[in-house]
């Protein structure tokens, strides 16, 4: 039985995958996002057949079974349930292992969709009503005060308010549109871990925890949207969790309008913000791989994290050294061992690479490290391109992981436009900062 559902599975472009620790069958279907088209009414046609089978199939999950389904945003994958049913989105907390204390974002594939979750005297202020024009559907989620008669306390985790985005990826609407209910959806991980942007992410990690993953391929931005709370009554739009869309978009859109756009702990603090879970990192661990995470930040790089003296930086052999030693596997290095597994994630063009790209960091003589060292490099987005930095960077920790090196560095970038996100996220996976002198 188990041998022909698999040819069957095979012949429509499924993957089975089920391991010893299974509780159950995880089936991958592939999508293909150029098949799926949307009408001026909202309805979608989708011309690949495997494509329309494995979206009835992820919808009858959500409506039918009530049950999650993994799917494709264009920022991260996502694990989704219909946000109008309190037991299926109780799964997703359950499957991810999230406190219960965190919210979630609710995902929708039209105006209508929006408003039937807000309170029916509720008029969208003009400041969103423009952000929504400029970004909908896209990496964008606004908080929005919730009508309680309709979202469950479980989506907002009490909150008075919902956060909400349309996203744009084609795979996501369509199965929005097709469930025809409004989607609860976290990144689709284990709670702590770096959020996936491959299919095969979350096979890794979800594997016989979901019955279904929508395959439509690596996710474009490749960290989360923006969360933006505008409801407070200055009226200025608080960046909660900066993301896809950037600070310096959301300027350019209400410019001349006097509204500011204030990131928390770059602005503004907020103290019971920081008490409550309601942006990621404040309250629990984030992004973070089981390697340890350390994040090397140059001291001419601009940030204003650079307080130190340039003469107290050690360069990059010392800093390096230094490192590795206090490792748990430092012994590993030593002359007769295993080399130390380095995963480095940096900007192909920059000066630390160029630096750590010199022999003498391979080690183990006396002009270089004390222990020796096996790199796996793998490229940032060059120091122009910090877009690029933000689709990598989740793939990066992940692969390197996955890899099972010892210890992963991340180059930190300047912190304008997406470099603002990128920072955000290995910050909070780093277990430390580490200052070197290029
Ligand atoms: O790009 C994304 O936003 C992805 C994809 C799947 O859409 N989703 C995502 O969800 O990143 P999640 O759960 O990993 O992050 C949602 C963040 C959480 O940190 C949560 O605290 C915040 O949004 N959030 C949700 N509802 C909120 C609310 N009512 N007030 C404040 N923050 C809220
Ligand atoms: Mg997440």
């Known amino acids: 039985m188990q041998a022909i559902r698999r040819l069957l599975n095979r012949l429509v472009g499924t993957r089975t995958l089920v391991t010893a620790a ?64 309190p037991s299926a989105v109780s799964l997703i907390y359950s499957t991810k292992g999230r406190p219960s204390d965190n919210p979630l974002i609710v995902h929708i594939s039209s105006r209508a969709m929006l408003q039937s979750l807000l309170p029916p005297s509720y008029i969208i202020p003009s400041t969103y009503a423009k952000l929504m024009d400029a970004f909908w559907p896209g990496p964008l989620t606004l908080l929005f ?71 439509g391929g690596a996710c474009d931005v490749g960290l989360e949207s923006t969360v ?83 003469e107290k930086v050690p360069s990059v ?9 206090q490792l748990p596997c430092a012994a590993v290095g030593e002359a007769g061992a295993r080399p130390v597994k380095v995963g480095l994630l940096s900007c192909p063009d920059s000066p630390l690479t160029a630096a750590l790209g010199t022999p003498e960091y391979e080690g183990g003589d006396e002009a270089g490290l004390r222990v020796r060292v096996e790199w796996s490099r793998r490229a940032l987005g060059a120091l122009g391109e910090p877009s690029v930095t933000a689709r990598v960077l989740f793939d990066g920790l992940i692969s390197l992981d996955q890899e099972g090196v010892d210890v992963i560095l991340v180059e930190g970038v300047e912190e304008t436009h997406e470099g603002l996100a990128v920072m955000n996220r290995v910050r909070k996976a780093a277990a430390e900062t580490v200052w070197v002198r290029v």
């Open 22 to 85: 299974s509780t159950m069958e995880t089936r991958v279907l592939n999508c293909d996002p150029y098949s799926i088209t949307f009408s001026e009414d909202g309805s979608v046609s989708i011309s690949a057949p495997d494509t329309e089978f494995a979206l009835r199939t992820a919808s009858e999950i959500l409506t039918k079974d009530k049950n999650v389904v993994v799917f494709p945003t264009e920022t991260v994958y996502g694990l989704g349930a219909s946000a109008l049913d």
């Open 145 to 215: 005060p919730a009508n309680p008669d309709v979202v469950p306390s479980i989506v907002t985790a009490g909150h008075p308010t919902v956060a909400v985005r349309e996203p744009s990826h084609p795979v996501a609407r369509a199965l929005i549109a097709l469930a025809n209910t409004p989607l609860a959806a976290p990144s689709a991980n284990s709670s702590g871990k770096p959020s996936p942007t491959k299919a095969e992410h979350v096979a890794a990690d979800l594997h016989g925890r979901v019955s279904l993953i929508l395959d």
């Open 228 to 310: 933006v709370d505008g409801l407070a009554a200055d009226g200025h739009l608080r960046v909660l969790r900066p993301g896809g869309v950037t600070v310096e978009d959301l300027e350019r859109v209400i410019e001349g309008s006097g509204v500011k756009v204030l990131v928390h702990r770059r602005d503004y603090k907020d103290e019971q913000q920081e008490a409550a879970p309601t942006t990621p990192g404040m309250k629990y661990r984030h992004y973070a791989p089981r390697s340890p995470v350390y994040l090397l930040m140059q001291t001419n790089s601009g940030s204003t994290d650079s307080k130190l003296g340039a």
């Open 317 to 325: 052999r010392e800093a390096i050294t230094s490192l590795l030693d």
